[in-house]
C-alpha cells in the first residue's frame, strides 16, 4: 500500500482538527464540573493570600 503526501496531509489535518474539538470539550466539562468547584476556589484564593504579598527582606 502506497500513501502519498498529500493523502496523509488530508487525513492528519481532519483527524487534528476532531482530536482538538474532542479535547477541549473534555477540559470544558472538567472545568465546569460541580465536584471540582471547591478546587479552583481554593486555587482563586490562595494565589492572593496577603502572607505572599511582601516585600523580601
Same mark, same amino acid.
Given at each position: 500500500m502506497d500513501v502519498?503526501?498529500?493523502t496523509l496531509v488530508s487525513v492528519s489535518k481532519? /483527524?487534528?482538527l476532531f482530536y482538538l474539538i474532542a479535547?477541549?470539550?473534555g477540559v470544558l466539562i472538567y472545568t465546569f /464540573?460541580?465536584?471540582n468547584r471547591k478546587r479552583?476556589?481554593?486555587?482563586k484564593?490562595?494565589?492572593l493570600r496577603?502572607?505572599?504579598d511582601?516585600?523580601?527582606k
Open positions: 502519498d503526501h498529500d481532519s /483527524w487534528g479535547f477541549s470539550i /464540573w460541580p465536584s479552583f476556589d481554593k486555587a484564593k490562595n494565589i496577603d502572607e505572599d511582601k516585600p523580601w
